[in-house]
């Protein structure tokens, strides 16, 4: 029996059949991951968040297979070669790969010297070496030389013949999938560096002679040389076998494919031909075959997990804790044009703006501290944001100077990414936001609200420009944009909107709402106050009951008519809400927050036909705790007085520092000596860690040992491990397939010290799409030639690794 599409996503995902058919139709019929995931419970069992992407990407997968299977079916239909077993194998087929294998013979192509040779009459002559190699080749070709046909000899006969069966052995379906799976488990990427590139491309040294199974490679030294490749420094090899298995004979890969069409070495007149057609059709076809087919294997799972990672990088950047509602100086730092200044009020709006010149040249450094007070004393500021680019020590000196000197006004001085900043600034929507300022001041009104509330001031700025991945621009665009916009719209309604302070790029992120409704509700919003209640968004231009539905529930409406609109309560459940107003004997307003009545219900009780347990119990926990904000509270690093600069630092000192990114070789902590330093992996705990992500995040608060400083290269290795003895980690082999290994045999990870070369591979690049947090040249511990435009080579730079 086929299965279905439904049943298979069902198989993959470890749930009823019923609940992934559920999903598709929701899906299908317009509603969102978000949405579906927190109002229709019911209909999906309880699918997660999680699970809904997932299916929603392996339906997206599995439709497309069949619209190719469908394609497949009517091309061979249409050259009348479509039997009965054919079609029961191409419909049998659960991959692209299998379905292109089993195509492949029925492809239309370009004339072939294997079609040639057909069309010459020479297909009787190799079926028959084949069939009965007791024949000798010569005399057999003798009786198919043809001059008009372009057979000149029997030389030529056989080699028309070769060319035939050569084909053949390399369009066997079974065969190919069969050797592509050997070749992934057993073959391994080479790489060597190109005559006279060694200089040129010395942030490639640690691939100049490398080698590592396709199986053990990660994702960052797979991208790092192809990267290497494509820039002409690294040539790259494909070996189908370890280097031990190899021999001058035939290949297990021969071998098999010898063995597939019964060629063997029985000493008879065709046998050395058909072996030496059987490895001519290796190296020129099939091994290029598998070739190609790894090489795409690999990009994929490379991208695959890069994605994974900037996507993981990215939500804990748009969930960080906000500073909330309070006035915040932002400082966009910089040395000859000056550090930019800003004055955010309590709402966000721009109160004051400046720009002063503390650093070289001007060095008017008591001036600027004077101006910068009395901004902080007129509107009452309680924060200093401070950009982490060029001059951004220099400037976090300058405002601890301010916290010193002014020590009643409580200043709370923070560093802020500056990622994405300036894309921002020079964007249409920064124009129509700040339409009278200057675009380089915009970039410090950015980094004061992205302290207030990260999550609604990057909404602003196309996420592959945050840069918070690795290789993001070697990545599929589609691939990328798909994967960053699911979190984005995944964060935002998690965290909820409140619809009358909203700015349309984060209205536009909101279930239900594009870029054009989200423009049409702040026109209507302008045009007629804020909204009263959740009703009144009906009246918005374009705002139908289907979208409606959508949104409604994360939209929030603060001191409105009905308190219910400040809640994730759908309106659709409100007359739950109000039978349990009736039950409780009290009203809506009283009930909200009362902990003590609220548990004391039972939610069997408020269950109907309309509404199960799951959503009576998510509104009795949201009534509890209404408009709830899932973010961590906001908390800030205590940087240690007297630890500046790289020379302050010393093995041995515990610090307390900042998680700025996260690689899959460990984890950058700003310490607060303008240099990120390195967690590697292996020092983030005592039992073996898999993924980074699993101990630490961006933006988490961590308390580190330093364990070598390397002030000539700019170097820091911290451990998480405070019990670590500085020097605990020795210096890593050139393969990190090896580390991996090593870590991978049992008891606990040798410690090691945080490899450069790690970094350097994880470095590469030209992510980011310019935005500040990836500027070019001569940023934070960089060198002019250093890789730009990218958090991840923002970070590597301040770590002294790239």
């Known amino acids: 029996m086929t299965t279905t599409i439904e049943g298979r996503i069902a198989e993959e995902l470890g749930v009823r059949e019923r609940q992934v058919r559920a999903a598709v139709e929701l899906l299908d019929g317009g509603s969102t991951v978000p949405f579906i995931a927190r109002y229709r419970k019911e209909a999906t069992e309880m699918l997660d968040d999680a699970q809904l992407r997932s299916l929603e990407e392996r339906l997206r997968y599995l439709r497309e297979l069949e619209e190719r299977r469908e394609a497949i079916l009517e091309s061979v239909r249409s050259q009348d070669k479509l039997t009965e077993e054919l079609e029961t194998r191409i419909r049998a087929a659960e991959s692209k790969a299998r379905l292109e294998d089993i195509y492949l013979p029925f492809k239309p192509k370009r004339r072939t010297k294997a079609q040639i040779a057909r069309e010459a009459g020479l297909e009787p002559l190799a079926e028959g070496l084949l069939a009965d190699p007791t024949v000798e ?24 013949a070769r060319a035939i069966l050569t084909e053949r052995f390399g369009e066997d379906a079974d065969l190919i999938g069969e050797l592509r799976e050997r070749m992934w488990e057993r ?76 060629v063997r070495d029985e000493g008879r007149p065709a046998d050395a031909w058909l072996a030496e057609t059987v490895r001519w059709a290796w190296r020129t076809r099939v091994l290029v075959h598998l070739g190609i087919d790894v090489r795409t294997r690999l990009r994929t799972v490379a991208e695959d997990e890069a994605v994974r990672v900037f996507a993981t990088n990215l939500r804990d950047l748009l969930l960080a804790a906000p500073a909330g509602t309070r006035a915040t100086l932002g400082l966009d730092p910089g040395l000859r044009t000056g550090v930019k200044v800003a004055v955010i009020d309590a709402t966000g709006k721009v109160a004051a703006t400046d720009t002063v010149y503390p650093h070289a040249p001007q060095k008017q450094w008591d001036e600027a501290l004077a101006r910068l007070a009395a901004l902080a004393e007129t509107y009452e500021v309680e924060l200093v944001a401070i950009g982490n680019g060029t001059a951004s020590r220099e400037t976090d000196k300058l405002a601890g100077e301010l916290l010193a000197a002014k020590p009643e006004l409580k200043l709370t001085k923070v560093m802020v990414s500056e990622a ?28 004061a609200r992205r302290l207030q509330d990260p999550l609604a001031e990057l909404v602003k700025i196309d996420p592959k420009s945050i840069g918070v991945g690795q290789y993001q621009h070697d990545l599929s665009e589609v691939k990328l944009s798909r994967s960053l916009d699911a979190v984005v719209e995944d964060c935002v309604n998690g ?100 902990t003590k009545v609220l548990r004391a219900l039972d939610p069997q009780q408020f269950v109907d036909g309309s509404f199960g347990l799951p959503t009576v119990t998510d ?61 590697h992996v292996s020092a983030m705990s005592k039992t073996f860690v898999k993924d980074p992500r699993d101990v630490v995040k961006p933006g988490d608060i961590v308390k580190v040992r330093v364990l070598d400083v390397d002030e000539a290269r700019k170097r820091i290795s911290l451990t998480l491990r405070l019990d670590d003895e500085p020097g605990a980690q020795g210096g890593e082999g050139r393969r990190g397939g090896s580390r991996d290994r090593q870590q ?24 980011g799409g310019g935005g500040k947090g990836g500027g070019g040249g001569q940023r934070r511990g960089s060198a002019a030639s250093a890789p730009a435009n990218s958090e991840m080579a923002e970070a590597l730079r301040r770590a002294g690794l790239a």
């Open 420 to 447: 994405g900043a300036s894309v921002y600034s020079a964007s249409a929507y920064a124009s129509q936001e700040l339409p009278g300022l200057d675009v380089s001041l915009r970039g410090a009104v950015s980094i």
């Open 744 to 767: 991978q045999r049992g008891g606990a990870p040798r410690q090691r010290q945080g490899s450069p070369r790690e970094g350097g591979r994880n470095g590469g690049g030209k992510g």
């Open 187 to 262: 073959g391994r990427l080479a790489a060597t560096v190109r005559e006279g590139k060694e200089a040129q491309g010395a942030k490639f040294a640690d691939y100049f002679d490398f080698s590592e199974a396709f199986t053990e490679l990660p994702s960052h030294r797979i991208l790092a040389m192809l990267r290497g490749e494509k820039e002409e420094v690294l040539d790259l090899t494909l070996a189908p076998e370890p280097a031990g298995d190899q021999s001058e004979g035939p290949t297990s890969y021969e071998r098999s494919i010898a063995q597939r069409f019964g």
């Open 495 to 594: 965290v909820g909107v409140d619809v009358n302070t909203a700015s349309a790029p984060l209205l536009s992120r909101v279930s239900g709402i594009g870029s054009g409704l989200a423009e049409n509700i702040v026109a209507h919003r302008d045009a007629n106050g804020p909204f009263k209640s959740r009703t009144e968004l009906k009246d918005v231009s374009r705002l139908g009951p289907k979208a409606f539905e959508q949104c409604a529930g994360f939209l929030r409406i603060r001191g409105g008519e009905d308190p219910l609109d400040a809640s994730a309560v759908h309106p659709e459940a409100y007359p739950v809400v109000r039978g349990i107003v009736a039950t409780s004997g009290t009203d809506v307003a009283s009930l909200i927050g009362n």
């Open 619 to 679: 509104i009795l926990g949201e009534l509890e705790k209404p408009g709830r904000d899932p973010r961590p509270a906001f908390r800030t690093a205590s940087f240690k007085e007297g630890v500046e600069k790289l020379g302050d630092l010393a093995s041995g000192m515990v610090l307390e520092g900042v998680v700025t990114n996260v690689a899959a070789f460990g984890a950058f902590v700003d310490v607060g000596v303008h240099q990120d330093g390195l967690v």
């Open 137 to 160: 080749p010569a005399v057999a070709a003798a009786a198919f030389v043809d001059a008009d046909k372009g057979v000149a000899d029997a030389s030529a006969a056989l080699e028309g």
